[in-house]
């Protein structure tokens, strides 16, 4: 499996079939580029334009929104519903998680959470290879937050996302409030990374992406 992030919330997965997913497009006046790629699927965690930019993908891909729970292209996608903030949605509305098994990984897209995960939402997460967590704050969790969330869930790889470049003027925080005093980091040199099932670390690492 091939992960390659495109900025903010969004990467291209693609799978040892070659079936390509794209997670939480953006409109391009969010400060990056959206390549003009054919996909297969489409993961949206809500409806905000940094996230929902469905028509800049390019072909005809199935579209996943909200608690859904489907196979396809031989790979299985489930969204558990949760909140854009931690009043319930009242301020920013709701927020879809997606898991995604594929190649013998299961990966876990938070999307903007906003909020601490209780154990029920815990339990229906269940254990995960590779978690895609919002970092930056103000609009997500922050980088307390989502450290908690690292240790309930405890997956082998952990991407942060969602944060504060150079790309982009939101008022978040850049991804080093959140990697200070931990020890487990691998900074790439690329946006790109290349992962097997039989290549996972043992223990949590969290991987930085190079924006590209």
């Not at 993961?43 to 909200?66: L, M």
């Not at 489907?70 to 920013?92: A, L, N, P, W």
């Not at 229906?124 to 930056?136: A, C, K, M, T």
Request: net charge neutral.
């Amino acid at each position: 499996m091939r992960i390659k992030w495109l900025g903010h919330s969004s990467f291209l997965i693609e799978s040892e079939r070659g079936i390509k997913i794209i997670t939480d497009p953006f409109d391009e006046t969010l400060g990056y580029k959206l390549p003009r790629i054919k996909v297969n699927i489409v993961t949206v965690s809500h409806e905000h334009f940094d996230h929902n930019y469905v028509r800049g993908i390019k072909g005809r891909p199935v579209v996943f929104k909200g608690p859904v729970k489907r196979e396809s292209h031989k790979m299985e996608f489930q969204g558990i519903s949760t909140y854009h903030d931690s009043v319930f949605g009242s301020k920013r509305g709701t927020n879809t998680i997606f898991i995604i098994k594929a190649d013998g990984l299961k990966l876990c897209h938070l999307g903007d959470l906003g909020h601490i995960l209780d154990p029920d939402k815990l339990a229906e997460i269940g254990s995960v290879d590779i978690l895609f967590i919002p970092v930056g704050g103000f609009y997500t969790i922050d980088s307390t937050q989502a450290s908690q969330i690292i240790n309930d869930i405890k997956p082998r790889i952990t991407i942060p996302m969602h944060y504060k470049t150079e790309a982009i003027k939101f008022s978040i925080d850049p991804v080093e409030a959140f990697l200070s005093n931990k020890d487990n980091i691998r900074r790439l040199e690329s946006n790109e990374l290349e992962i097997r099932k039989d290549t996972l670390p043992e223990n949590n690492q969290i991987f930085v992406f190079q924006y590209e």
